[in-house]
């Protein structure tokens, strides 16, 4: 297993990381997965045997109960792993039990320790933007709970480029505590986060942790243009909401190229899209969960598959974005004066 430093942090983490929106299994959680506490203690263990030395939860999850699933099966190995949790949805019916204000962020962050059953979160995120607290007032709250000990590292989730680089103008002026890195959704699916959010981790020295990284089973090899899995998988349709398929024409073109990849292996699709991910730029990890062992196995087989640079470049090509304003103007306009954050977007077109 890789260690990748997080972003300009001195905090060292694996090329994976264990993800558990699948534990619990409460409430509209259970689409996704049911998995029980000797469940999650077998995937941990898994996961620990392989090197993987972070676990991501969310206190949203299973409406707390996948944080204290998690609590459950690190305890006595708390000290060999680090923990990330998030706040901002909703945790209750009160007004203030959603948000990012500094009663929520404080709160919330007290409830998550005592589901988790410890003194302190490695990394906590902002799950989401919220639109009505002010930056000043939630870069506070956070910097409190890093001052106090209760959390070691900051990070934001789901943020738009304008409004993360906001948040950490705000940190620099005031002196708070910065983000560290940022979770988002990244895959060889939908490579939106190429426009603004991978450059902007490459030009502030963020780190990059990736859910979803295989679209929800989307390329993980299932689909494929003339066959689709049948039971309790999700089916590829209009109704495929998250992630939002755009072009399926286009993502089938992907898997084929996908399935060619692993083949020459002797891999699995699903590890090629991963190996993928961990070559591109600003990425630390990539969360993966697992509705079961063999799905786990199989995914844990990413951290040392190797592709080839015609390999990579294939896959570039067929997955790639296009190219919205202001880029396109950039790219023929701009070709003498880019920087290494612009051509994590704009390198393979200058190239092709």
Known sequence: ????????SGLRVSTLTLGTMTFGGRGGFSAVGATDVAGARRQVDMCLDAGVNLIDTADVYSSGLSEEITGEVVAG???SLLLSTKVRMSMGDGPNDAGLSRHHIISGCEA????????HIDIYHVHEWDGQ???EETMSALSTLVTSGKVRYLAVSNYAGWQL?????????????????QQIYYSLEARDAEYELIPLSVDQGLGVLVWSPLAGGLVSGKYRRDASPSGETRQLSGNWSEPPVRDQEKLYDTIEVLVEVADAHGGSPAQVALAWLLGRPAVTSLIIGART???LKDNLGAATLELAADERAALDKVSAPELIYPHWHQLATSK????APDLTLLGH????
């Open 112 to 119: 998550s320790l005592r589901r988790l059953g410890t003194d």
């Open 1 to 8: 297993m890789e260690y990748r430093q997080l972003g300009n």
């Open 293 to 295: 062992d063999d799905q």
């Open 77 to 79: 190995r708390r000290d």
């Open 349 to 352: 077109h200058l190239e092709g």
């Open 336 to 339: 003498d004066r880019l920087g």
């Open 165 to 181: 680089m906001k948040a950490l103008a705000i940190a620099d002026s005031h002196g708070f505590e910065r983000f560290a890195a």
């Open 133 to 135: 607290t002010r930056l």
